[in-house]
């Protein structure tokens, strides 16, 4: 089974702080994403990455970047956290057109 | 676009009753459709899938069948259990002229079984 792990499940940040989320994942798939997701709001796509330092901007991407340095590591950064990113982060990979992501078990973020 | 959209929850039953969430899509061509489930404080998993027409998903009694005609691929389970409980996301793969693919989610239905 494909493993995609985020580095933490709980996080409390300050605001304007620089923060690193990780995700690494074990299968050698290209396609990676980071979404938040919000009570109302659904899933909403940040940020996704098609092959090594490849990057595509998603639906929502102000206020955050992302590095992807390595094909098994993805990292989303937020280079001044708000209290407005309060938030839980999932990272999912794709392996192809006819398989579904599979998505790490999230980072719960709260800034303060 | 392509879209998807689900039947509005919470949905609240009674364990053993019968479920169905509407699921149906918008989409150029026959995309691959995904059921997937959160449980409380999770990442979502996937539940089951179908990559083309009249196909059937199914996994852990739930099931969904791709249907074109009607661009829907509601899920069903015959029997709920409490442990059922859950946020369940309706899905299509979405191909970009680049050569990558992306999911398209519906907002979740929540489904609450209480004994």
């Known amino acids: 089974d494909v493993k995609v792990t985020q580095s933490s499940r709980y996080l409390v940040k300050r605001t304007g702080e620089k923060v690193f989320l990780e995700c690494v994942q074990d299968?050698?798939?290209?396609?990676m994403f980071w979404y938040r997701q919000d009570p109302g709001l659904g899933l909403r796509l940040i940020y996704f990455?098609?092959?090594?330092?490849?990057?595509e901007k998603g639906d929502i991407p102000e206020g955050y970047s992302v590095s992807r340095e390595k094909k098994e590591r993805f990292s989303l950064i937020l280079e001044s956290a708000s209290t407005n990113q309060t938030s839980m982060y999932l990272c999912?990979?794709?392996?192809?057109?006819?398989?579904?992501?599979?998505f790490g078990s999230g980072t719960r973020l709260t800034v303060v | 676009g392509n879209s998807v959209t689900q039947m509005e929850g919470p949905v609240t039953l009674s364990e053993e009753a019968f479920l169905t969430i509407n699921c149906t899509y918008t989409?150029?061509?026959?995309?691959?459709l995904f059921w997937y489930v959160q449980y409380p404080g999770e990442g979502l998993q996937l539940l089951l899938k179908?990559?083309?027409?009249?196909d059937k998903g199914s996994n852990k009694g739930f099931e969904a069948t791709y249907r074109k005609e009607t661009t829907s691929f509601h899920l069903e389970k015959g029997s709920v259990q409490v442990s059922d409980s859950a946020v369940y996301f309706c899905?299509?793969?979405?191909?970009?002229?680049?050569?990558?693919?992306?999911?398209?989610f519906g907002a979740g239905t929540r489904l609450a079984v209480h004994p």
């Open positions: 989409a150029t061509g026959y995309p691959s």
């Open positions: 990455s098609y092959d090594v330092k490849m990057k």
């Open positions: 899905a299509l793969i979405m191909m970009f002229s680049g050569g990558y693919n992306k999911l398209i």
């Open positions: 999912a990979t794709l392996p192809g057109p006819n398989y579904g992501y599979t």
């Open positions: 179908a990559t083309k027409a009249d």
């Open positions: 299968m050698d798939h290209e396609n």
